[in-house]
T-cell receptor, first 115, second 115 residues
Framework: DAGVTQSPTHLIKTRGQQVTLRCSPI?????VSWYQQVLGQGPQFIFQ???????GRGNFPDRFSARQFPNYSSELNVNALLLGDSALYLC??????????????FGPGTRLLVL | GDSVTQMEGPVTLSEEAFLTINCTYT??????LFWYVQYPGEGLQLLLK?????DKGSNKGFEATYRKETTSFHLEKGSVQVSDSAVYFC??????????????FGKGTRLHILP
């Protein structure tokens, strides 16, 4: 089975622009989470979606939004990009939402550079 | 708040040396604990996990024991290889259905193994 896939792999944008990142979970997984990893830091939780509903949100501004589709794939949108949004954006999937009892599988990430 | 603290790197060792990367945590509730590894240019891979006190997680020669009394989850390996060079993240995940299903990561420890 394919793992978690993300697209694009790399992206360059300028300040003020908008960006959409995409994630396809492992087949059968219904939960998708998004994380931001700034260079030299650990990943920070942005969102969790389960069964197409938002089930958790980290400490990020409203410029960040996401959605999950009926096939459980997900998009992360970031509006009005700032230089500080430059980071590796990671998507993780798990079978359900049973916190702690399941492994979250991470994709390779999308590296976003804002100029 | 919930947090993970791990030793700062980089850690540089010779091949076949003994490895310890310290990790302590603060959490309200009963977390599961994880070590993730990130190889250059790649996403996160789960290395090992432990879901309750005194559990020992192990994989690829790495071990870590969930110590509730010292709130620690130190990573150890008896004989490291050059291929173990990577960034290692300690993380916790809280076991509660009414909470965000998110993983809280430490800042990561970069490990360099010299041949």
């Amino acid at each position: 089975d394919a793992g978690v896939t993300q697209s694009p792999t790399h992206l360059i944008k300028t300040r003020g622009q908008q960006v959409t990142l995409r994630c396809s979970p492992i087949s059968g997984h219904k939960s998708v989470s998004w994380y931001q990893q700034v260079l030299g830091q650990g990943p920070q939780f942005i969102f969790q979606y389960y069964e197409k509903e938002e089930r958790g949100r980290g400490n990020f501004p409203d410029r960040f939004s996401a959605r999950q589709f009926p096939n459980y794939s997900s998009e992360l949108n970031v509006n009005a990009l700032l230089l500080g949004d430059s980071a590796l954006y990671l998507c993780a999937s798990s079978l359900t939402r049973l916190a702690g009892y399941e492994t979250q599988y991470f994709g390779p990430g999308t590296r976003l550079l804002v100029l | 708040g919930d947090s993970v603290t791990q030793m700062e790197g980089p850690v540089t060792l010779s091949e076949e040396a003994f490895l310890t990367i310290n990790c302590t945590y603060t959490a309200t509730g009963y977390p599961s604990l994880f070590w993730y590894v990130q190889y250059p240019g790649e996403g996160l891979q789960l290395l090992l996990k432990a879901t309750k006190a005194d559990d020992k997680g192990s994989n690829k020669g790495f071990e870590a024991t969930y110590r509730k009394e010292t709130t620690s989850f130190h990573l150890e390996k008896g004989s490291v290889q050059v291929s173990d060079s990577a960034v290692y993240f300690c993380a916790l995940r809280l076991v509660a259905m009414n909470r965000d299903d998110k993983i809280i990561f430490g800042k990561g420890t970069r490990l360099h193994i010299l041949p």
